[in-house]
């Protein structure tokens, strides 16, 4: 091997070595002081299906959406378009089976269970509209509800009385036109 060709081999390697440090660090400061901007991000498999999407989505919520292999969303986590947070879990048919997500002006939590034929068959937390006594933060309850139910079978609750401040609590069904019967109340009818 001539000297010449030993001298051309050193540098060309001296000129790898400075070009690839030099390039990486520049690679790096370039990244960092970077701000990446989009409306939406997805994650895809290696066939271009979509897995996950990351967004403000139609339902007007952000959030991370994992979707299933039929399309459909399957899970999402993030921000309701009312600013709070929320988790809801999908069925294999894209219906809701699993909310936690705050409701009313006072972020209260609520946690529905739903099931193919009726979404809202179990109901945790502030009592909805239509429910009386008034609503608020201290009213909490266990509803139940079946699919030929719009308000629901029977619950379990904890009332406050916005007049006296009292709270007490109920056991009630509801009758077949859907309005609420305590259960202290049925032995006096």
């Given at each position: ?14 000129a ?22 989009a ?8 066939s ?5 999407r ?6 007007h ?25 929320l ?7 894209g219906?809701n089976?699993?909310?936690l997500?705050f ?9 529905v ?11 945790l ?13 201290r009213?909490w309850?266990?509803?139940l509800?079946?699919?030929e ?11 406050s009385?916005?007049?006296t ?23 006096k009818k």
């Amino acid at each position: 091997m001539s000297r010449s060709t030993v001298l051309t081999a050193c540098l060309a390697l001296l000129a790898g070595f400075l070009g690839g440090n030099l390039g990486g660090r520049s690679a790096i400061a370039a990244a960092s002081d970077t701000t990446i901007r989009a409306t939406r991000f997805e994650l895809l498999d290696a066939s271009g299906h979509v897995l996950a999407r990351w967004g403000h989505g139609d339902d007007h919520n952000t959030a991370l959406q994992f979707l299933g292999v039929n399309g459909e969303t399957e899970a999402s986590f993030g921000i309701s378009s009312a600013g709070l947070p929320l988790l809801y879990i999908n069925g294999p048919d894209g219906k809701n089976r699993f909310a936690l997500q705050f409701i009313g002006a006072d972020a209260n939590p609520q946690i529905v269970m739903s099931d193919a034929k009726w979404e809202g068959r179990i109901v945790l937390g502030n009592f909805l509209a239509g429910d009386s006594p008034p609503l608020g933060g201290r009213n909490w309850g266990l509803r139940l509800a079946g699919p030929e139910r719009v308000s629901g079978v029977a619950g379990l609750g904890m009332f406050s009385n916005p007049e006296t401040g009292r709270t007490s609590g109920e056991l009630f069904v509801y009758d077949e036109s859907g309005s609420r019967v305590s259960l202290s109340e049925v032995g006096k009818k």
